[in-house]
């Protein structure tokens, strides 16, 4: 009894330490958390509590809460049986709600980014515009800067929430735009800020695209410049960022 008291007191003082730690830390703590039995308890509190607290499951844009939503892809990862039951249970299509209003579904797209698997993800989220934008976008698994504005904005939000749910805020068209926005609109800026071009060299796909967290700030989704920027344009001045 007293052994199991004192793992129920360590576990309540790691879960108070966490808890009084600044977002930025949260983050780096869930790293060392998450293999660790007692660590796993504290980070399923903590979704425990992101479930049942409505104020925090949203943020700008749809996004979820970037500490619930490492949480949950750290656990994930585990591949434990017990722990995926309870994610399963607690979140039954993942941490990021799949709104769409044209019924597209997301769960593939979001087990990629939840798996870190940015590659496959960026290849299936430009399927997924195509989708959106009808059947012949998607017979030629590309859109027209047209049917941009014709997207849904609860699509575009899903899509971009997944993206920065499961890449520490780092990835998204909000964070693309935001770049851009305070670079003052300038493409070639954002294309220097976010690596799609050294100089007058385009960066080559896919080898020189960086797939992983570490790249920066807004590398990904990717847009397809070879027809110009009109579609990123478009997407970026959608009205889901308004």
């Not at 700008?60 to 949950?72: F, S």
């Not at 904005?153 to 780092?170: F, I, K, P, V």
């Amino acid at each position: 009894m007293t052994a199991f008291m004192t793992n129920l007191d360590q576990n309540q003082a790691l879960r108070e330490e966490f808890l009084a730690a600044t977002e930025k830390n949260q983050l780096l703590m869930i790293d060392t958390l998450a293999p660790t039995p007692s660590g796993q308890q504290v980070l399923r509190s903590v979704l425990e509590d992101h479930r049942n607290n409505s104020s925090q499951v949203f943020t700008k844009y749809g996004a979820v809460n970037a500490v619930a939503a490492k949480a949950y892809q750290k656990l994930y990862n585990l591949k434990d049986p017990e722990i995926q039951r309870f994610l399963e249970d607690l979140f039954p299509t993942g941490i990021v709600p799949l709104k769409s209003d044209l019924n597209v579904d997301y769960r593939p797209l979001q087990k990629l980014l939840v798996e870190q698997n940015f590659l496959e993800a960026d290849k299936l989220n430009n399927l997924k515009l195509c989708e959106l934008a009808g059947e012949a976008s998607l017979a030629r698994k590309w859109i027209y800067f047209t049917e941009v504005n014709g997207l849904p904005a609860t699509d575009l939000r899903t899509l971009n929430a997944l993206w920065l749910a499961h890449s520490e805020g780092r990835f998204g068209y909000s964070v693309q735009r935001e770049i851009w926005v305070s670079g003052g609109r300038d493409w070639i800026k954002l294309w220097s800020k976010i690596l799609w071009k050294d100089g007058n060299n385009w960066t080559r796909y896919p080898g020189s695209f960086n797939w992983t967290i570490e790249a920066p700030k807004g590398h990904l989704p990717l847009s397809n410049q070879l027809r110009g920027v009109r579609v990123i344009t478009s997407l970026l001045t959608h009205p889901a960022w308004d």
